[in-house]
């Protein structure tokens, strides 16, 4: 998943294309290169490294030119090296790739066998000689790239600028998103609106085998087949400001920290605070939720633990059945869809590859297809039949956070609004459960006034060498979660398990260097949970507890506690999200480690 921009400008554009591409280094932030036409001539600088690097080159070696592409890049082939950076070119054209050339190794052997001498080890590079093969035979920039877009298997979006040809940049898009920019006297291309924000707010998206011509501000797009096509130009919201950490160290903390605030505005969506009660505004979901026999859910990392709680949910509350799987998986294993089915994405981004593919699955095998994203005019939520959307605002620390808690909270009231639907649930009861969720801020409020209990313990989880996480029910999902969350920020090897399987081989791993942390709020399920706590206590373990005032007390000695207030049942997942945020957090500050822009990730993986 690597983040692309193009722009066909009327001033100098490599510092505008740095601009934009540091709104996309939420896709990747392996390496980074701007090529412009200079008197017509491709030119380029590109470094490996974050794109601070590449302005420290800009700053000691200044690209002017009107006309320029730019990329930020997530390594599939090649290692993060200059030579494998984005832009690839030759003598006569430059081009920014986003996804994968599944052909690439063919079209390569084919290529060199024509005497194309290439540079790096990238899939991306053969589009740049499949452009050049066909300008050497004399085929204009456009019929160059259409025919050679065509020959390309797999999942990719372009930008290519061309030698002697100033204000001309041509794009094209396959299973990886394209926007199209409209300004007064520039034309862009870029990966998201978010990157084209501070430029225009004036959008199209392309679609799959399109091919867009941008000649300045003059805009023409053709289909697969050729055809000149209409793509409708949308305002789009995203934000021009980019982000800020708002006073904290890390985009993370800040997002954290923002979870009250935006909870409230997720829940404000979904429940009117006069009953309260459940209200879904978006047509169909009632209607899909009340019919169908069964519900599946599919999504990828934290967003499918996410799901897995979700699952709880809606069988407890609306007694629907509910298949969760992991969207990586789903469209392989040719699963056995209920007729008349119903089927839940859920994605922060949007853009997830897998998560986008499995939903496009699922509809053609008639499912009616429900997408939960943060981001309304992502490529998920466009594909889907109905778009049920959180308001988690731009998340930007890669590890997923308040998008996470958003996720939850919809899914709460979606579960209780399935009940109502199906009739397994009394008004009354619908009211107790709003009302608890409608809490749900003000107790991660009480929380977040304890954040140094949290950086001490986060401390003392950073020595560790391997931790595990235990839960019972709906808190089994959030052991997960919080073991993938101190994974991906602390490089400390994490695992979650459900608590009762502790006996059927982890506990072999326990002694007194593994902390395990067990997630275990004072519900139904308590006394299981402790008794497996126990059993680890026994063999050594050392024990961190996250539980309510009733269940730290009755719990006795152990290593640490952290008291999470007492709520209703229903929301616990969602606060208990909290504590296990901030143990990864801060262990990931004592490691040092870059908290927003772990090694090897990226936050949207558009890639399979
Ligand atoms: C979460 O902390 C991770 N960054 C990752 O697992 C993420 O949840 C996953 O890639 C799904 O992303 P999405 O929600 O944008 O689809």
Wanted: neutral net charge; proline residues 5%.
């Amino acid at each position: 998943m690597c983040g692309i921009v193009g722009i066909a400008g009327t001033r100098d554009v490599a510092p505008v294309i740095l601009e934009a591409l540091r709104r996309l280094e939420y896709r990747g932030y392996d390496s980074a290169g701007i090529a412009t036409l200079v008197d017509g001539q491709i030119s380029r600088r590109r470094s490996p490294g974050k794109l601070g690097k590449l302005g420290e080159v800009l700053n000691s070696n200044p690209l002017y030119g009107h006309t320029g592409i730019g990329h930020t890049r997530w390594a599939t082939h090649g290692a993060p090296t200059e030579i494998n950076a984005h832009p690839h070119a030759s003598a006569k054209v430059a081009i920014v790739h986003n996804g994968i050339i599944e052909n690439f190794r063919e079209l390569r052997e084919e290529l060199i066998a024509k005497g194309h001498k290439f540079q790096s080890e990238t899939d991306s590079e053969v589009a740049v000689h499949l452009v050049t093969d066909l300008l050497d035979q004399g085929k204009s920039p456009k019929d160059a790239a259409t025919e050679a877009v065509r020959r390309l298997t797999g999942a990719y979006s372009l930008a290519m600028i061309f030698t002697d040809h100033e204000g001309l940049l041509i794009g094209a898009r396959k299973g990886a998103p394209l926007a199209v920019g409209y300004g007064e006297k520039e034309g862009f291309l870029g990966s998201d609106a978010f990157a084209l924000a501070p430029f225009t707010n004036r959008v199209s998206y392309l679609e799959d085998g399109d091919v867009v011509v941008v000649e300045g501000p003059h805009v023409a797009i053709f289909d697969s087949a050729g055809r000149p096509a209409n793509r409708e130009i949308k305002i789009t919201s995203a934000s021009a400001s980019i982000v800020d950490k708002g006073g904290k160290r890390h985009f993370m903390a800040k997002e954290i920290a923002e979870q009250p605030e935006v909870i409230g505005h997720t829940l404000s969506h979904y429940i009117d605070p006069t009953g309260p009660s459940v209200m879904l505004r978006e047509k169909g979901v009632t209607q899909a939720l009340a019919t169908a026999p069964r519900l599946l859910i599919a999504a990828c990392g934290t967003a499918y633990y996410a799901g897995l709680v979700g699952k709880y949910w809606f069988e407890k509350f609306a007694r629907l059945s509910v298949e969760v799987d992991v969207a990586s998986e789903l469209r392989y294993r040719d699963p056995v869809y209920a007729k008349g089915g119903a089927a839940l994405f859920i994605s922060q981004s949007g853009e997830t590859a897998d998560t986008l593919a499995a939903m496009r699955h699922a509809k053609e095998n008639g499912q009616t297809t429900i997408a939960l994203v943060n981001v309304p005019e992502s490529s998920i939520a466009r594909d889907a039949d109905i778009v049920v959307p959180t308001f988690a605002g731009p998340e930007i620390g890669v590890a997923s956070t308040k998008a996470f808690t958003c996720q939850l909270s919809a899914l709460a009231a979606l579960a209780i609004a399935a009940g109502r639907a199906r009739g397994t649930i009394s008004v009354v009861e619908e009211k107790r459960l709003c009302s608890a969720l409608l809490e749900t801020p003000r107790h991660i409020v009480e929380m977040l006034k304890h954040e140094p209990k949290f950086e001490e313990l986060g401390q003392e989880i950073a020595k560790a060498r391997d931790v595990l996480y235990i839960g019972r029910g709906p808190s089994f999902p959030i052991a997960l979660e919080g073991a993938l969350k101190l994974k991906e920020i602390s490089y400390v090897h994490a695992e979650g398990y459900a608590a009762g399987e502790m006996k059927h081989g982890p506990i072999a791993l326990i002694d007194e260097n593994v902390p395990i942390i067990v997630v275990a709020p004072s519900d139904a399920l308590y006394e299981k949970t402790i008794s497996n706590m126990q059993e680890s206590m026994a063999r050594g373990g050392k024990v961190l507890l996250i539980s309510d005032k009733k269940g730290v007390a009755k719990a006795g000695k152990v290593w640490q506690a952290i008291e999470v207030p007492d709520a209703d049942a229903l929301i616990a997942p969602i606060l208990y999200s909290v504590p296990i945020q901030l143990l990864a957090y801060y262990a990931a500050v004592a490691k040092g480690t870059d908290v927003d822009q772990p090694r090897n990730l990226a936050k949207s993986v558009t890639v399979e």
